[in-house]
T-cell receptor, first 114, second 117 residues
């Protein structure tokens, strides 16, 4: 059982380049999330999805786009990379249960924009 | 707005010492959930515990225990007889409660625990 898989683990981008962080889960979770973690800070929610075809903004969505065409996949796209987007990105998923859901996180993707 | 404060940025202890990680939260919700996650040096986040606002009973799981006090808006985490493997960053998080909707967690800034021999 792989859980939540993120690729790539590391990436260096130049300012203005674009890229997609991939996220796949095999737990049949309907909810998926993207968080970013800046040094010395907690995780901040970028986007989330409650199911295929449905996405919504989190706390820090500017500069990012997402799509959810299948239950399993939730890619995060950076269109014009900026140094402020240097961070560690975590994808997570959860299942619908009563009350607040427990999130299962991927291993993270470290992105550096130079 | 929800807020989670972990005032301890970094704690260093010697193995076998007990250590308490503090977490103070703010929310206007009367119903909410609190979480602790562990982030070891490998980087992934590992779920440790979830507690709802109606349940103020303390919980013990092996060497870990949690003290939830609604009156002081605190959800502290104690590791008894710490071990080197406990070295990690620990995050406290808060979530609003809406059945059937996504859990949007608000995280604290984390406490880095260093356990040495």
């Amino acid at each position: 059982n792989a859980g939540v898989t993120q690729t790539p683990k590391f990436r260096i981008l130049k300012i203005g380049q674009s890229m997609t962080l991939q996220c796949t889960q095999d737990m049949n979770h309907n909810y998926m999330y993207w968080y970013r973690q800046d040094p010395g800070m907690g995780l901040k929610l970028i986007y989330y999805s409650v199911g295929a075809g449905i996405t919504d903004k989190g706390e820090v969505p500017n500069g990012y786009n997402v799509s959810r065409s299948t239950t399993e996949d939730f890619p995060l796209r950076l269109e014009l990379a900026a140094p402020s987007q240097t961070s560690v990105y975590f994808c997570a998923s959860s299942l619908t249960v009563s009350g607040a859901n427990v999130l299962t996180f991927g291993a993270g993707s470290r992105l550096t924009v130079l | 707005a929800q807020k989670v404060t972990q005032a301890q940025t970094e704690i260093s202890v010697v193995e076998k010492e007990d250590v308490t990680l503090d977490c103070v939260y703010e929310t206007r919700d009367t119903t909410y959930y609190l979480f602790w996650y562990k982030q070891p040096p490998s980087g992934e986040l590992v779920f440790l515990i979830r507690r709802n606002s109606f349940d103020e009973q303390n919980e013990i799981s092996g060497r870990y225990s949690w003290n939830f006090q609604k009156s002081t808006s605190s959800f502290n985490f104690t590791i008894t007889a710490s071990q080197v493997v406990d070295s990690a960053v620990y995050f406290c998080a808060l979530s609003e409660v809406f059945t059937g909707t996504a859990s949007k967690l608000t995280f604290g800034t984390g406490t880095r625990l260093q356990v040495t021999l």
